[in-house]
């Protein structure tokens, strides 16, 4: 398969300013979203927010259709929100835990969930288990068939994982994952933050309940978006932690209604802009096809890690039996000072610390990693760029 790399840097204006490997932190947007979003402000400029709201109201509705087509599910079962945190938040802290509930993850769990199982485990005497990893360094699948077996232990109430980590190139198994969440019944939410935009999603495949995402990382949204999937049937049993005047009807003096559909979860005001923008990120990405975007995404990084292991003194840190677009490693200076020096270059990577993936980071010995991160767009001359620099 071959890909028109000329034109997607085209439609980039952000290629012509910067050799871009923060992908994973925020990647470069395409023309058509920055048109989909300044188009927006510039209505609501002239005519004024609400009826700005009013008339755009077709082509916001699309941006539920869009998201659905990404992820193979209902409109109805889809939440906008502001970024992938909320709408994690939104679903976990619907659910109810009672003492000796045991929650189940993974080593690689982002610290935004991780922080939430700790504070509803203080609160609820819930119990947090954190299923290992195996050879290739992701989730164990038989450790975790085996603990959802072990009822002695306590009723497991939720499998909640990352599927793609922030701070490497490891892809959990999360639709071997999914197999066990419904032979079993648990609820399966899944943290899809990085997937979104760089590999194709099926929820149905994967077999999760909920996943949240955001808009700005892969897919090349603006920053400020987000989305929830909630399954249909699960979500009409779930009340969300917080409720306000569109995520419910206030039908009597002592009675409101919550939506019947995902929208439960979202809230009244919102950057219509950044939502318009979003919808047309997600058509940008249907347009190339997220299994032409992945291919392309596995190759780029695939050369980085050859070019990286090459280089002396440095340390490809990805862990997994597939590896995605994130590329981690550790050199001989401490990662900052090596993030200053590439961007004094034109070059952007970042950092990612253990407080952000504390369990994995710890079990490693590991205190920062430098990351860089491809996209697409990203190509052979740029990573030469990157290697001839850190050399
Ligand atoms: C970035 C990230 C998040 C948080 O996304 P926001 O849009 O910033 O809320 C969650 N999980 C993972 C794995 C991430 O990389």
Known sequence: MTFDVERARAETPGTRHVTHFNNAGAALPPQPVIDAVTAH??????????????????????VYDSVAALLGCGREEVALVENAT???????????????????????????????YLQVARKTGAVIEVIPNDAHGQLDVAALAASVDDRARGPAKLISITHIPTNGGLVN???????????????????????????PIDVDEIGCDMLSATGRKFLRGPRGTGFLYVRKGLLERLEPPMIDN????????????LRPDARRFENWESNVAARMGLGAAVDYALDWGLDAIWER??????????????????????????????????APRPAAEIKRGLATRGINV?????????????ARGLDEMVRASVHYYNTE?????????LR
Not at 246 to 257: M, S
Request: glycine share 8%.
């Open 41 to 62: 402000l510039d209505l609501e400029a002239r005519i004024g927010g609400y009826e700005a709201e009013a008339k755009a109201r077709d082509g916001i509705e699309r």
């Open 86 to 116: 909320v709408g994690w938040d939104m679903a976990f802290y619907s659910l109810r835990f009672d003492p000796g509930d045991r929650i189940l993850t993974a080593m690689a769990e982002y610290s935004s969930n991780f922080i939430p």
């Open 173 to 199: 198994p999360a639709a071997a994952v999914g197999r066990i969440a419904r032979a079993s019944g648990i609820p399966y939410l899944l943290d899809a933050c990085q997937t979104a935009g760089q590999m």
């Open 246 to 257: 569109h995520a419910a009807t206030w039908v009597a003096p002592d009675r409101y209604e």
């Open 297 to 330: 995404i596995g190759s780029l990084a695939d050369l980085l890690r050859d070019r990286l292991s090459a280089l002396p003194g440095h340390e490809v840190r990805d862990l997994g039996e597939t590896r995605c677009g994130i590329v981690t490693f550790t």
């Open 350 to 362: 970042s950092v990612t610390a253990a407080p952000s993936t504390r369990l994995d980071m710890e």
């Open 381 to 389: 001359e740029e990573i030469d760029r990157l290697v001839a620099a």
